[in-house]
């Protein structure tokens, strides 16, 4: 079974930025579209970015287009996200979600196998 495992999260000033990684052994991450989701405390599970199975389209959600980018390494079997001028909202842990599905959908119910998740929090 494909595992899923983040990294790359921690605390950062606003304006900063992190860059979260997802990584899998065993199973090639371009297979596979991956999506990268967040959630808050009390805040329902949303959705960020994905990038499509075997390097494909990107999309994003509205409130982080600008900042924001994902991107693969397929050499290192790792998909990145790239965080720029962060915002207190941006509070959440940060997971990393995979489908075979090859369409870059940013909804969790498409999503079949999940990380563990990295904490991000922005804050002075």
């Not at 304006?15 to 090639?28: E, I, K, Q």
């Not at 050499?75 to 090859?102: F, G, H, R, S």
Request: glycine content about 10%.
């Amino acid at each position: 079974q494909l595992q899923l495992v983040e990294s790359g999260g921690g605390l950062v000033q606003p304006g900063g930025s992190l860059r979260l990684s997802c990584a899998a052994s065993r199973f090639t991450l371009d297979a596979y579209t991956i999506g990268w989701f967040r959630q808050a405390p009390g805040k329902e599970r949303e959705g960020v970015s994905c990038i499509r199975s075997s390097g494909g389209s990107t999309n994003y959600a509205n409130s982080v287009k600008g900042r924001f980018t994902i991107s693969r390494d397929n050499a290192k079997n790792t998909v990145y996200l790239q965080m720029n001028n962060l915002k207190p909202e941006d509070t959440a842990i940060y997971y990393c979600a995979a489908t075979t599905l090859p369409m870059c959908i940013i909804a969790t119910h498409v999503y079949n196998y999940w990380g563990q998740g990295t904490q991000v929090t922005v804050s002075s």
